[in-house]
């Protein structure tokens, strides 16, 4: 759910304007792990570091769902 993917980005260390962004976006589970770092950059505005964080999480997710 949208309220899922914002407590994980919270806890994975991204700042509440960040979280915000992905509640704005609508944001699910499967919109987060098709997003790209256009759509982050463009769409919901994450400042460089910040994107590049959810970015390498990301990538952590999808390996993860791709070894179960």
């Given amino acids: 759910t949208i309220e899922e993917v914002c407590a994980w980005a919270a806890s994975v260390g991204l700042p509440e304007p960040c979280v915000s962004s ?5 944001v699910d589970g499967a919109a987060l792990l098709e997003l790209e770092s256009d759509e982050v950059r463009d769409e919901l505005a994450f400042p460089i570091g910040d994107r ?3 970015l390498r999480e ?3 997710l999808r390996e993860t769902k791709a070894q179960a």
Avoid: Q
């Avoid at 992905?22 to 609508?26: A, Q, S």
């Fill in 22 to 26: 992905l509640r704005r976006g609508r």
């Fill in 52 to 54: 590049k964080r959810l």
């Fill in 58 to 60: 990301i990538k952590a």
